[in-house]
């Protein structure tokens, strides 16, 4: 049997071979069934502490009468929904089942092998997996302060480069790229070059200069602008999002689309959340609060934290983070470890309700007694 996945391997395109699959944050229920605990809390996945709104909850469950049936395939009155929040057409937008959706549908159309795709260090780790299982190469930039170093991207840019990634706030960094210079950027770029700007966080943001680059549609029709309902709208759990873009690319990634990728629950639940704009403040003004009082209480452990503008802050352990993360498991506290972001000493936490984030600090504060001492600042 050992010998099968070789066999395997074999038979599949040669992009394939050198993936490392996309590893989500850990579940409570699995902690929870490896190590016999119980009430344990998961700040790993950037979820909404909050939940959806009661709108968006009330939608999915009428939607529940008829399971029996397809969805819309086309989601009319979710790309309607859509575009009337962006005052774009409904033939600019592509529903994605969850914003990789779309990510991975840029990648089917606009790349193949003989192009190249460019993205920042410590940038999203499905970039460099779309990319390579178009068959494209994946040039990755050198990171500036832990975010994107535009000049150096533009540098990588050549008659081979297909999509440009960017995620504007970045994951897992928090880092963020203020107006101008990206708009020079985009300004800068060929026009056989895609651009994808990733704002998964957007609704997070309170910064004067961050740009809303669905306003920039017009002026840049190699832009294509991805969103998600997972973050601010707390619809993780029903895969929805969506791109923007020039209506001639939306027709294109939706020639490869799949029927049907968005489920009539999740559809019926994101339309009901893009009016719900109370639940969304509330969720704001919550991380806004929570999330400084965690930064502070890491600067309290000696630590130094990423300057974070999204729902998520990203912490330097000073030491590997392996035996930190595996001690803090057992303490029932699941975070996310970002080495493979290239960052083999932080630690990604998510923003969760007041009484998590205070489970996550004493928790930490234990552990790093245990195992060493913190970095002073």
Known sequence: MSEQPNRHLSKAAPQIAGLTPYVPGKPITELERELGITGSVKLASNENPLGC???????????????????????????????????????????????????????????HPGLESVFSEHAFAVYPIATMAAGALAR??????????????????????????????????????AAEPLRAFLSALPEHCMVVVDEAYFEYVDEADYPDTTGWLDDFPNLIVTRTFAKIHGLASLRVGYGL???????????????FNVNAPAQ??????????????????????????????????????????????????????????????????????????????????????????????AALARVLGQTSTPRSG
């Open 140 to 177: 990755v930039a050198p990171a500036r302060d832990f975010g994107h170093d535009l000049e150096a991207m533009a540098a990588l840019v050549n008659e081979r480069t297909g999509v440009v990634w960017i995620a504007n706030p970045n994951n897992p960094t928090g880092t963020w790229i």
């Open 245 to 259: 873009s020039h209506a001639h690319a939306a027709e294109l990634m939706n020639r490869v689309r799949h029927p």
């Open 53 to 111: 709104g009661e709108a968006a909850r009330a939608a999915y469950a009428a939607a529940a009468a008829e399971l029996g049936r397809y969805p819309d395939g086309g989601g009319f009155a979710l790309r309607r929904a859509i575009a009337a929040h962006h005052g774009v057409e409904p033939e600019q937008v592509t529903i994605g089942n969850g914003s990789n959706d779309v990510l991975d549908l840029v990648a089917r159309v606009f790349l």
């Open 268 to 361: 019926a639940a994101a339309v009901a959340a893009l009016g719900d704009r109370e639940h969304v403040e509330r969720s704001v003004a919550h991380n806004q609060q929570e999330r400084a009082r965690v930064m502070a209480g890491l600067d309290a452990l000696g630590l130094d934290s990423i300057p974070s503008v999204g729902n998520f802050v990203t912490v330097d352990l000073g030491q590997p983070v392996g035996p930190i993360d595996q001690a803090l498991l057992r303490e029932g506290v699941i975070c996310r470890p970002v080495a493979n972001y290239g960052l083999p000493t932080h630690l990604r936490i998510s923003i969760g309700l007041a009484e998590e984030n205070d489970r996550m600090l």
